[in-house]
């Protein structure tokens, strides 16, 4: 074959289990071991590594950002949502005379057990309260503070 150059043999020490992923890949792309191993060399040396290596990266960090914004989005919705029930609960509902407020008391490990069951349930079969409220609210960018009258037309 004219203005074909010939290849430089070399001697390489691979790591058993980098030497069995080579030999397997290549079997499966039915090339030989050193047409695998040339085309990675050259690849890894290729001024355009950094390039593929950053645009990689940055697709990943684009990943994990919109994680984050899922993440805050999530933690404040539960966090208006546990201030909205508060407030409602603390403008709702009266203090009990004692001798009631010793039976409520009694009563309400009992309650709380059933509400963890409930929440657990919840948790195992969705769907998730996230996953019911829009991710488009028009008007809502930030955490509202609740007013009163806000409140109870949201309940």
């Known amino acids: ?9 070399i001697s390489v020490y691979l790591d058993p ?3 069995t992923m080579l030999a397997d890949f290549a079997a499966r792309r039915e090339q030989s071991q050193s047409t695998i191993a040339e085309a990675a060399i050259a690849s890894f040396l290729s001024p355009d590594d950094a390039e593929r290596r950053e645009a990689v990266l940055a697709k990943r960090l684009d990943q994990i950002d919109r994680r984050m914004t899922r993440l805050e989005r999530d933690l404040g ?6 201030a909205v029930f508060i407030r409602f609960w603390l403008t709702t509902t009266p203090a009990l005379p004692e001798p009631a407020a010793q039976a409520a008391r009694a009563k309400a490990a009992e309650r709380y057990e059933a509400f963890i069951t409930a929440l657990g ?3 195992a079969k969705g769907p998730k309260l996230r996953q019911e409220i829009s991710e488009d609210m028009p008007g809502h960018d930030t955490p509202a503070s609740f007013g009163r009258s806000s409140m109870e037309s949201d309940i």
Do not use: F
């Open 77 to 82: 919705i539960s966090v208006e949502t546990l």
């Open 121 to 123: 349930r919840r948790l």
């Open 1 to 9: 074959m004219p203005g074909r150059r010939k290849k430089t043999q």
């Open 17 to 19: 289990d980098i030497m």
